[in-house]
């Protein structure tokens, strides 16, 4: 009995210090600096040489009343803080921390931070003119997570969009604006909700343009496509090809269209002026088919534009939103080709364009109903070229492992006519073959 009561004893006296039972708190952080950031900063310092320490931890309270605690492990010597939103003295209090949960007497440092990283990165927000839209854009060189709140105003009325970001670039923009001037200014808040000043950035008016009707649109077959390049002495169309010296550009990614129908996916159905809709099951996409990426369209919008905005849908049917055979990367090209008889040459490429999934699912799907908008040229918003002939190449699917592309449906937004003032492209390198 002595030797068992013995043994349990001993048994008792482990499990206590392994919970903390009996185990005195390690020592204190010793020679301790800090470091003033944005909003915060950071410790260094000298751990204890102590077998029980595990974990340093700082506490403080930030200008909203929270409490914040801030850890890091036994093997590092820094600790960071964040989350003040004023430049003034806060008091932190530095515990070590030992395996049983014993805390040391606290090492209380008075601290003053930088000014917050939100009114750095407020100093960098600019606005320009988009088509029928605002854009504001701002650099974000610490990436700190901010929300910015972009707010226009007009006839005693306004509205406010938000966006939250920790890019080092991004940009958002105010949609389906009049050509009118709007009153705008910007506030930002970080992740603790302190708030920035808010910055006036004056007045600016959007450029003006509508969307391009789609009644005199036509598929381009690839025979349309080259012209008296295409050999017709095959009688079965589908055997048919370009004469053998053109066959080297006669690849899905050159000039050479994707499936025009597969099941019930058409290539007429993206300029339909119908989406998509599950609910409804009309079936209103165009399925490339099983070939090689990536899978091109050509059309002839049967008059002279200039483009300044490219809207897409996604696929709907079967719950595809976000994944499937959607694409979710594309690139446009253009030709202005005044005698299509050889063939439509001088493709000049436009832009890369890739449809961002936003973190909220309500918003994603709302997204997705709406359609994805790009400005061609989003950081020079402007015209194209005059053009007829545009390409739509699809270059990436939501899903890597996928054979084929869907997409419901493409609008443009432009003008008619050909008088609207433009730049060239400056990226030649990113051109098509034209022969």
């Known amino acids: 009995m002595l030797a068992a009561t013995a043994f349990l004893a001993v048994g008792c006296d482990d499990d206590n210090d392994n919970n903390g039972g009996g185990a005195s708190a390690p020592a204190q952080i010793t020679n301790v600096t800090f470091t003033p950031q944005p909003g915060g900063g950071y410790f260094l310092y000298t751990y204890p040489d102590d077998e029980n320490f595990l974990y340093t931890r700082a506490e403080y309270i930030i200008d909203s009343g929270e409490k914040i605690s801030k850890t890091t492990s036994c093997y590092l010597d820094t600790l960071f803080i964040e989350g003040f939103g004023s430049v003034k003295e806060y008091q932190v209090k530095i515990y070590s921390v030992g395996r049983n949960n014993a805390t040391s007497e606290p090492v209380i440092m008075n601290v003053t931070p930088l000014p917050t990283a939100t009114e750095t990165i407020l100093n960098t927000v600019q606005i320009k003119s988009g088509f029928s839209s605002i854009i504001a854009e701002w650099e974000n060189e610490t990436e700190a997570k901010i929300t910015a709140y972009i707010t226009i105003s007009i006839d005693g009325r306004e509205a406010t969009k938000v966006q939250s970001s920790n890019l080092k670039k991004d940009q958002f923009s105010i949609e389906n604006l009049e050509g009118r001037s709007y009153k ?40 349309l496509l080259y012209g008296n390049k295409w050999d017709k002495s095959e009688k079965d169309e589908t055997k048919q090809k370009p004469y053998a010296e053109y066959q080297d550009t006669w690849t899905y990614d050159s000039l050479r269209n994707a499936a025009a129908s597969y099941f019930e996916g058409r290539v007429e159905k993206l300029f339909n002026g119908e989406t998509d809709n599950a609910d409804l099951l009309n079936l209103d996409y165009c399925h490339t088919g099983p070939l090689s990426f990536p899978f091109s369209y050509f059309f002839d919008l049967g008059e002279t534009v200039q483009a300044s905005r490219v809207r897409v849908w996604q696929r709907d049917y079967g719950g595809q939103f976000w994944g499937g055979q959607n694409c979710k990367t594309f690139e446009l090209y253009i030709s202005d080709d005044a005698d299509a008889t050889d063939g439509i040459t001088g493709w000049e490429y436009v832009g890369r364009y890739t449809i961002t999934k936003p973190s909220d699912n309500t918003l994603a799907n709302l997204a997705a109903r709406e359609g994805h908008e790009f400005l061609l040229y989003p950081d020079d918003p402007r015209f194209t070229k005059p ?46 073959p034209t022969e």
């Open 387 to 432: 053009f007829r002939y545009f390409r739509y190449k699809m270059c990436v699917p939501f899903v890597s492992s996928m054979t084929s592309i869907c997409t419901s449906e493409i609008t443009l937004y432009g003008n008619t006519g050909g008088n609207q003032p433009y730049a060239p492209s400056v990226t030649p390198e990113a051109t098509t």
């Open 184 to 223: 705008v200014t910007a506030r930002l808040e970080d992740n603790y909700g302190n708030s920035s000043s808010v910055r006036d950035l004056g007045e600016i008016t959007p450029k003006e343009d509508y969307e391009l009707e789609k009644d005199k649109w036509s598929f381009l077959s690839d025979a």
